[in-house]
Structures are given as C-alpha cells and as structure tokens.
C-alpha cells in the first residue's frame, strides 16, 4: 500500500482511506450485521489500509471497534460530531463532549486521531469556532482527541464557502473535502490554502452515483449543458465520459484523477464488498491518467462547482 503524510500531523497513512458512511456504510445501509461489516474492515486492514473514517452519525462505529481490535495501534481512526441537533438547535460544547465520549466507547478507545465538525456549514462555521472549537481544544489537552478535523457539506456547498473561510482561521488540521473530475472547484478554491498551510486532507465524493451509474451521468451532464457550466460541443450526450475506457473505465480513471491531484491526500473509498473494496484500492494506487485525458477533463469540467456527483 502506498502512503502519504498527512500534512502538519506528520502521520504516514496509507493513501486509500477506509469510509465507513456513505450510501453503504460498510454493507450495513443493505442489510449487513455487524460482524460482516467488521470482516470488510479487516480485509482493509490486510491490504494495507492504515486511515479509516467511521462516524457517530453512520452507526458504524461499533463495526469498526470489531474490526481493529488487537490492532488500534495500527490505526490512524477518525470520527465525528455532526455540530448541530435534529432540530436545527446547534450543539452545545457540554454536548460535544457527550458525542466523543460515546465515540470512545463505541470505538473501544481512549483516543480518537481526528475529531471533526461533521457536515459544517457556512451559516454554522460562526458557532463551531466560537463554541465547539475551545471545547475540542480542551479535549485534545486531555489526550481525547489528537488532531482536529472539519468536513464540508459538499451536497449543499458545492463550491467550498465554508472550507475557504474556515482554512483561514487556522483552527483545523485535516479536513474531508469533496472533489472529483465533475466538480474539481477544489482544486482552485482549496488545495492552495491546504498545502500552503500543510494542511492534512482527506478526499470525499471521489466516486458517487453520477460517476458509477450512466444514467445519472448523463442527466448531471445535460444540466451542466443547460447551465453553461460544459460546454455542448465538446461533450457527447450519450456518453460524456466514453473516452475514459481505455483508462480502466469511469471509476477507476476517477480514482486516478483524485489520488494524483496536487493537495489530495488520502483518497476515501466506502463498500460493504470485499471484491468491490479490492478494485478500489488497486485504482487509487494505480498510475496518474495521461496528460491529454487529464487536459480533456480539464477542458470540459475545469468550470464545473454547481454538482457533488451524487
């Protein structure tokens, strides 16, 4: 397995990450108990896999506890706390707190690597650095929580607000942002400040629905069309990302794009199959794309910041 250092944490990590959410949640969103989702996270740990991703929010927490013991050491473990309530209420820090101690627990730990604010977004960064921030401070002075984190809510802020606000108030080590050869806005609006700053970076959204289903792909790629975003002429309508086959095929040429992208660190991949988990990780490890595929890509997605891929 290949790996990288994750920025100013200056921890190696094997540079395919383990997600434990997403639209699988390690087999669990499809049925899968506990102890056949803690199964995939021991093949990742065979293949080399060092970085995983869990969360509170994902219910697979305990999958993961499964799947490391006897082997925490061997970890770089991330969680997280989504900053606000069901409700819309925001969290208090008593809260917080009450989150990653039900985190350990959970995880069978006495520490996490990475603690995020999950989800942030621009109308809520005020209240996470001004409130949860000192709170999280406190924690990593306990030896609770060694690095701090914060991801983005891609979805909704497809073009980075929070993120580029947040980067520059140095409060973060590592953040999960989303980036894929749809949508690469990233690439301009984040990696910059994140190598500039050493921040450690973790890769969402690398492939989802509109990279793994053409169907899908097609409709988000009319609607760029639509929106101006692509320009018409220089894509095929029936089949916007063909020229991608002799690349191993859409996923795994997605892969590629996003591992060798300057300021993309660990690349994140999330599946309840140990098959499926096997190809993603030789994609990620697999060679950069051409330049001309890559000049291509830029050519037709370079514009692109109104999409996640989902």
Known sequence: MQTVRLGRTNAQVSVAGLGCGGHSRLGMARGA???????VVRRALELGVTFIDTARAY???????????????????????????????????????ESLEGSLRRLR???????????????????????LVPELK??????????????????SDTGHAMLTRALGNGHFDVI????????????????????ARDIGTLIMFAVRRQLSDPAALKEAVAGLVARGEVDGDQVDAADPLGFLRDEGGVVEAAYRF??????????????????????????IQAPPLPAAVQTRLASLFGRVDSVSGN
């Open 33 to 39: 108990d506990v102890h056949q989702a803690a199964a």
């Open 59 to 97: 219910g697979t927490e305990e999958a993961v506890a499964e799947g490391i013991a006897g082997r925490r050491d061997e970890v770089f473990l991330s969680t997280k706390v989504i900053p606000g309530r069901g409700d819309g209420t925001p969290l208090t820090a008593a809260q917080l707190t």
């Open 109 to 131: 730990t006495d520490h996490v690597d990475v603690f995020h604010l999950h989800g942030v977004t621009l109308e809520a960064y005020d209240h996470c650095a001004e409130v």
């Open 138 to 155: 406190r924690q990593q002075a306990a030896g609770k929580i060694r690095f701090l984190g914060v991801t983005e809510h891609f979805g």
């Open 176 to 195: 999960m942002v989303g980036f894929n050869l749809v949508n690469p806005s990233a690439r301009e609006r984040v990696f910059p400040l994140t190598l």
């Open 258 to 283: 996003c591992r060798h992208e300057p300021g993309a660190q660990v690349i994140l991949t999330g599946t309840g199959d140990v098959a499926h988990l096997e190809a993603n990780l030789a994609a």
